[in-house]
Nanobody, 127 residues
Framework: QVQLVESGGGSVQAGGSLRLSCVAA????????MAWFRQAQGKEREFVAA????????YYADSVKGRFAISRDNTKNTVDLQMNSLKPEDTAVYYC????????????????????WGQGTQVTVSS
């Protein structure tokens, strides 16, 4: 079992920035692919960004490319999401997720391939 705890959410005006952080309680953090998902009110949860186990590969939803950056620190068991140029449509609850390595160890981007989830942190962007 892996416990994930997010922090860093809040309210910001459009064009502003926020940095989300997620800390994982596990001794084997570097064996998990990590990702951020988000869920806006009344909508399904959607993929935002993912990072490979070692950190050299990042993947992004088209809607956030060029604005968001995911990174991880395997010495601190953390994964961060730097969000710049925020838009009102980025308003959502953001969730950190961890995926057990499977098969060739690729980094998944679909929700059903992630095994552990945090409780979520609210991000609100006003126009």
């Amino acid at each position: 079992q892996v416990q994930l705890v997010e922090s860093g959410g809040g309210s910001v005006q459009a064009g502003g920035s926020l940095r989300l952080s997620c800390v994982a309680a596990t001794r084997t953090f570097n064996t998990y692919a990590m990702a951020w998902f988000r869920q806006a009110q009344g909508k399904e949860r959607e993929f935002v960004a993912a990072v490979s186990r070692g950190g050299p590969h990042q993947y992004y939803a088209d809607s956030v490319k060029g604005r968001f950056a995911i990174s991880r620190d395997n010495t601190k068991n953390t994964v961060d999401l730097q969000m710049n140029s925020l838009k009102p449509e980025d308003t959502a609850v953001y969730y950190c997720a961890a995926a057990i390595a499977r098969g060739l160890g690729r980094t998944p981007t679909s929700m059903n391939e992630y095994d552990y989830w945090g409780q979520g942190t609210q991000v609100t962007v006003s126009s």
